[in-house]
Structures are given as C-alpha cells and as structure tokens.
C-alpha cells in the first residue's frame, strides 16, 4: 500500500459560500515515517493560474440553477487577506438545504493499478463564528468540508429515484450516508463566539487516522475532489 497526502488552502465566506483556493500540495510518503517513499508529488500555487482545477455543484434540483445562483470564476482574494493574490471562487444560495460546491482534478505519474492510502489537510480562511444559528443549520457547524479520491471523474447525475434532483456519483455508487461520513474532515466554524462578529481567521481541518483509499486506472491517473456540503440556509 501506497501514501498520499492532498494539501489546500482555500477561503469559505458565511452566507454566500464564497470559496478561494490558495494553493494545494499533493504528495506521497512511504509506509514508515523514518523511511519515506515519494509516490507522487503535485504541488498547485493558485495565485497565477488555475493548474486545471474545475468546479461542479450537485445536490439540488434540477432547474434551480439560477435561482441558487451557482457562481464559480477565478479571482484575487478578498480584503483582508492579500488581494494581489488569485484563487479559485464558488459561490451558491442553498435552497436545497443539501449544496455540495466542489473543486476536482485528474492527477497522473502514479503507478498504474495500485492501491493508496490519500490523507488530505485542507487550511482555509473562514469568517465564520462558532455557536451561531441559522435557518436549516448552523452558518458555521453545518458547512462541513469535504474531500475524497475517486477512480472515476466526480460528477453530478440525476438519481434513478428523482430524475429531478442531481446527486454526486461517486457517493452513491455504495451507501451514501457511509460515504458522507468518511468524507467529513470538519465545518468551517472558526474559534471566535457569535457574539464578536464576524472576521477572518485560519483553520485547518484533515483526515488523519481516516485515510481514503483509491486504486489507479491502468494509466497510473486517479481523480482527487473537495469543497463543501452545506446544511445551512440562510
């Protein structure tokens, strides 16, 4: 078994969902830590360039489209944070109360039909206090952010059940509440109380002790994905 660790950064921002990918480390380690063995190594620094990144939203009706205002472009960050650096934006109003907004890339130069161990860290800039109330949830507690590796692209599809509602694929390919589970690396509340308002700070959440497993196509290629899947309405 193989090791790889996913790395990024990236802002959320209360209400709109807005967020920023600053950058993203994708390497692998050996099976010891005394004794590493590189499996893979892809570094993305988002100031300058996209590197490939492509956005996609699922969980919500069909033809609700414009209504929840699904955004993703690719802009300089927000005050306070360096405004001469770029990054990856989404942005969604959550009428399905279930939006997953979600970044994806094939990487490659893996060994080919081999299995590996994917542990991502995901750092973010988040507004967010904790403990406040919102409609469905929580504005902060009920954002979780998600990640996962997949064999197969990550993509949006109509539910044979509800051809009126898009789901993600590679969720409910097995039992979708399992795999949403497993996919939680944390939320986007930060450590500040409701009460001081909101104003940015770095968190950092990951899935170490519950590392993804994925196998290679023939190619050595595998598909990586994150974002968020929000429980909050307003």
């Given at each position: 078994m193989q090791y790889l660790k996913l790395k990024v950064f990236y802002n959320l921002k209360a209400k709109t969902l807005v967020c920023i990918l600053l950058a993203c480390l994708f390497h692998g380690c050996g099976t010891t830590e005394t004794d590493p063995e590189i499996a893979g190594e892809y570094e993305f620094n988002f100031r300058e360039s996209e590197h490939g990144w492509e956005a996609f939203f699922t969980d919500y009706n069909v033809g609700w489209g414009d209504d929840m205002e699904?955004?993703?472009?690719?802009?300089?960050?927000?005050?306070?944070?360096?405004?001469e650096d770029n990054g990856h934006y989404l942005s969604a109003v959550n009428l399905s109360d279930d939006v997953k907004m979600l970044l994806r890339r094939e990487v490659e130069g893996l060994e080919p039909?081999?299995?590996y161990q994917v542990n991502f860290t995901v750092g973010f800039a988040t507004n967010v206090p904790s403990g406040c109330a919102g409609i469905g949830g929580a504005p902060g507690e009920a954002v979780n952010v998600i990640a996962d590796a997949s064999e197969?692209?990550?993509?949006?599809?109509?539910d044979a059940e509800n051809e009126n509602y898009f789901?993600?694929?590679?969720?409910?390919?097995g039992g979708p509440q399992e795999w949403y589970q497993n996919a939680i690396l944390g939320d986007i509340a930060n450590s500040r109380e409701c009460e001081a308002g909101y104003e940015y700070?770095?968190?950092?959440?990951?899935?170490?002790?519950?590392?993804?497993?994925?196998?290679?196509n023939e190619e050595g290629r595998?598909?990586?994905?994150?974002?968020?899947?929000?429980g909050f309405e307003g």
């Amino acid at each position: 078994m193989q090791y790889l660790k996913l790395k990024v950064f990236y802002n959320l921002k209360a209400k709109t969902l807005v967020c920023i990918l600053l950058a993203c480390l994708f390497h692998g380690c050996g099976t010891t830590e005394t004794d590493p063995e590189i499996a893979g190594e892809y570094e993305f620094n988002f100031r300058e360039s996209e590197h490939g990144w492509e956005a996609f939203f699922t969980d919500y009706n069909v033809g609700w489209g414009d209504d929840m205002e699904l955004t993703s472009d690719y802009r300089s960050l927000p005050e306070p944070l360096n405004t001469e650096d770029n990054g990856h934006y989404l942005s969604a109003v959550n009428l399905s109360d279930d939006v997953k907004m979600l970044l994806r890339r094939e990487v490659e130069g893996l060994e080919p039909n081999t299995a590996y161990q994917v542990n991502f860290t995901v750092g973010f800039a988040t507004n967010v206090p904790s403990g406040c109330a919102g409609i469905g949830g929580a504005p902060g507690e009920a954002v979780n952010v998600i990640a996962d590796a997949s064999e197969i692209m990550p993509e949006a599809f109509l539910d044979a059940e509800n051809e009126n509602y898009f789901r993600l694929n590679v969720q409910h390919r097995g039992g979708p509440q399992e795999w949403y589970q497993n996919a939680i690396l944390g939320d986007i509340a930060n450590s500040r109380e409701c009460e001081a308002g909101y104003e940015y700070e770095i968190k950092e959440v990951n899935s170490e002790g519950n590392p993804d497993e994925v196998t290679t196509n023939e190619e050595g290629r595998v598909w990586l994905f994150f974002g968020t899947r929000s429980g909050f309405e307003g």
